[in-house]
Each structure stands twice: as structure tokens, then as C-alpha cells.
């Protein structure tokens, strides 16, 4: 089995781990080529990590959670024909408990859950192009590309924090706080598994797709041409997107 290309470690260590975040968006060809040589991955996820709780807390004081729970609640057709059957005081003790549970979920998510998808995405697509490809890629390696192919969703948070202040508390949703899907534009009333849908269609998850695909790519050229790293990946995707929509649908 070949053995994937890789630039010579001198090339490889000569990129900060500080200077692959912005080399992700602004040069990422050698960035992603550093990164299959010598993989790291810790520093985006933890800067995903501390975004989201600074955002999670801005929206706590700004915002608050009661009024985000009223609204995920409506959501719900199952729930809210359940809750259309209580009395006002059963109503407003599950909404209390709601709302004080939701920001320990955002903020354990927030910590927690990024670094769990990351290496589960990771793993999904490392068995993918080794199957599909025979690529040989190493879990760590796919995890460097994975974290940092994510890159662009640091702009997106930080745009969204931006949103927070400038925008009417009344009208902010955590979920589309910057509008870059058609999800975003739906009304509170469309089907759960139509905003599912659409709100996967998202420039900054295309962007990241494509980045995945030049770190794909990097980590063995010989094998996995970039038209093969980004179909593999699209597949994957798809693959969720379905499961995802479905999964919307029947508990909507």
C-alpha cells in the first residue's frame, strides 16, 4: 500500500497551531498539508468551546431562556397538545424547570459536545475513505483535518455574539442567530423537518465541506484526489442530513 505524500517535516512544523486557524481560511492547501504531516487538533475545538459559552451567557443575560422555551415549546405539536391539557400552574412549573435546566445543557454542550462530534465525525469519515479509498488515514490526522476544516464557524460565532447586541432581544433565535441558511427564514409554525432540512443547506457547512475535502486530499494525494475527498464527504453528509430530517419528522 502507498504511503500518503506528505511535505517534509521542516515545512510541516514550520505552522503555529495559532497560525493553522487563520491559514484554514486564508491559505488552506498548506495549511491542511502541515496538518496531515503533523496533526493537532486541540486549539479550534477549544476556541469553539469558549465561543459557545460566551455566547450561551450573552444570550442568558440578553435574552434569557424562558422566552426560548416558549418558543421551543410551540414548536412541538406533541408537547403542546400535552401542555393544552394542564392548568396554568402545571404549565408554568414545567416551564421553570425548563428553564432552568437549558442553559446547563447549552453550556455542558458547549464544553462537551463539540469535542464529541468532532471525534465521531472524525471517525465516520476516517472509515469512510479508508474503505472508499484505501487512503490509510490515521484517526488523529483525521481529527486535525476534521477541527480545523470547522475554522469558519468561528467567524459565524462571533457574528453571532455581534447579533446579540445589535439585535431586538424579542426577535433573536439561538438557533439562526446569523442567517446563512434558509432554515433561518421559516416561520415558527413550519414542520420540524423542514427546518431541519433547510437549515442544513448552510454556506458555512459548505465551507467547511470543501476544507475538509483539501485536508482529505493533503493527507494522501496519491489516493484521494480533492473530486473524490469532496464526494466522499457529500455522501456522508447526505447521509446525516437524511437520518437527521427523518429523525425530525417523526418526533415533530
Request: aromatic share 10%; glycine share 8%; hydrophobic share 50%.
Amino acid at each position: 500500500m502507498a504511503s500518503p505524500v506528505t511535505p517534509s517535516p521542516e515545512s510541516a512544523s514550520s505552522v503555529s497551531s495559532v497560525g493553522r486557524i487563520f491559514g484554514a481560511i486564508f491559505n488552506p492547501k498548506p495549511t491542511f498539508e502541515s496538518i496531515a504531516q503533523r496533526p493537532t487538533w486541540i486549539l479550534p475545538l477549544v476556541l469553539f468551546s469558549l465561543l459557545s459559552i460566551v455566547t450561551i451567557f450573552i444570550f442568558g443575560q440578553r435574552v434569557g431562556w424562558r422566552s426560548f422555551m416558549v418558543r421551543q415549546d410551540q414548536q412541538n405539536s406533541r408537547l403542546q397538545k400535552q401542555m393544552d391539557q394542564m392548568t396554568p400552574e402545571q404549565r408554568e412549573k414545567i416551564l421553570d424547570q425548563q428553564t432552568k435546566i437549558a442553559p446547563i445543557f447549552g453550556y455542558v454542550g458547549g464544553v462537551l459536545g463539540i469535542f464529541i462530534v468532532a471525534v465521531i465525525v472524525a471517525a465516520v469519515l476516517m472509515v469512510a475513505f479508508n474503505m472508499m479509498t484505501g487512503g490509510g488515514i490515521g484517526f488523529v490526522a483525521s481529527l486535525g483535518i476534521v477541527a480545523h476544516s470547522w475554522v469558519p464557524g468561528l467567524i459565524a460565532g462571533l457574528l453571532g455574539i455581534l447579533v446579540l447586541f445589535l439585535k431586538d432581544p424579542s426577535t433573536v433565535d439561538i438557533q439562526h442567530l446569523v442567517a446563512t441558511n434558509a432554515g433561518a427564514f421559516l416561520s415558527d409554525d413550519a414542520p420540524k423537518w423542514q427546518e431541519s432540512l433547510l437549515s442544513s443547506l448552510d454556506l458555512f457547512t459548505f465551507w467547511s465541506m470543501i476544507l475538509m475535502g483539501i485536508g482529505y486530499n493533503a493527507a494522501n494525494p496519491k489516493k484521494i484526489s480533492f473530486g473524490k475527498a469532496l464526494g466522499t464527504i457529500v455522501v456522508v453528509w447526505a447521509i446525516y442530513v437524511v437520518c437527521k430530517v427523518g429523525i425530525a419528522a417523526a418526533f415533530s
